[in-house]
């Protein structure tokens, strides 16, 4: 079964970093891309990020492009998200999703259960 | 970026009603179209991929279908555990791109 644990929201002042982990088994992690998709309270979904399976490609919404950055280590399983210069719009819970694609993003399943960023002063 | 826009933005409907719901791109998006459903307080899961492949375990009564702006979710008989909201989101081209949401209510 495909598992994926994320770790590290908290509550953190306006212009701070942070950064998100998330924990996959069950499945080849290094065969596939994987996303940051968010949600802010009450609102719909917004994709955040993608990296391809090698990491060598990297994908970012303009909203969090040059703040954020994407990055995985495939001999631990884990993808990371490292926010900096945070906003009070980046309040969400953050979901960590398996793509099921290799290098371009195209679509996610599962999806992990999520981690809460709240930015505020 | 492509923009995605969903309609109705919420339905009233009751168990064994078909439904239909639609996403329109702002451009040819070919058949890059997925849809999700989300409950509350769960994460979303994916139905269906490039516009109408039901993932596994979905059950047959969803459906998808449509090509380049213009597309749509069909559950052909709702079920009260289809009671959620639905998004379509565009994989073209990055950034990827959600639809508003579609709220699926009981009426």
């Known amino acids: 079964e495909v598992q994926l644990v994320e770790s590290g929201g908290d509550l953190v002042q306006p212009g701070a970093s942070l950064r998100l982990s998330c924990v996959a088994s069950g499945f080849t992690f290094s065969t596939y891309a994987m996303d940051w998709v968010r949600q802010a309270p009450g609102k719909g979904l917004e994709w955040v990020s993608a990296?391809?399976?090698?990491?060598?490609?990297?994908f970012y919404a303009n909203s969090v492009k040059g703040r954020f950055t994407i990055s995985r280590d495939n001999s631990k399983n884990t993808l990371f998200l490292q926010m900096d210069s945070l906003r009070a719009e980046d309040t969400a819970v953050y979901y960590c999703?398996?793509?099921?694609?290799?290098?371009?993003?195209?679509?996610?399943?599962?999806w992990g259960q999520g981690t809460l960023v709240t930015v505020s002063s | 970026d492509i923009q995605m826009t969903q309609s109705p933005s919420s339905l009233s409907a009751s168990v064994g009603d078909r439904v239909t719901i639609t996403c329109r791109a702002s451009q040819s998006i070919t058949n890059y179209l997925n849809w999700y459903q989300q409950k509350p307080g769960r994460a979303p899961k994916l139905l269906i991929y490039a516009t109408s492949s039901l993932q596994s375990g979905v059950p047959s009564r969803f459906s998808g279908s449509g090509s380049g702006t213009d597309f749509t979710l069909t559950i052909s008989s709702l079920q009260l555990e289809d009671f959620a909201t639905y998004y379509c989101q565009q994989s073209y081209s990055s950034p990827l791109t959600f639809g508003g949401g579609t709220k699926v209510e009981i009426k």
């Open positions: 990296i391809s399976n090698t990491g060598e490609s990297r």
């Open positions: 999703a398996k793509d099921g694609s290799t290098v371009i993003p195209r679509w996610v399943d599962p």
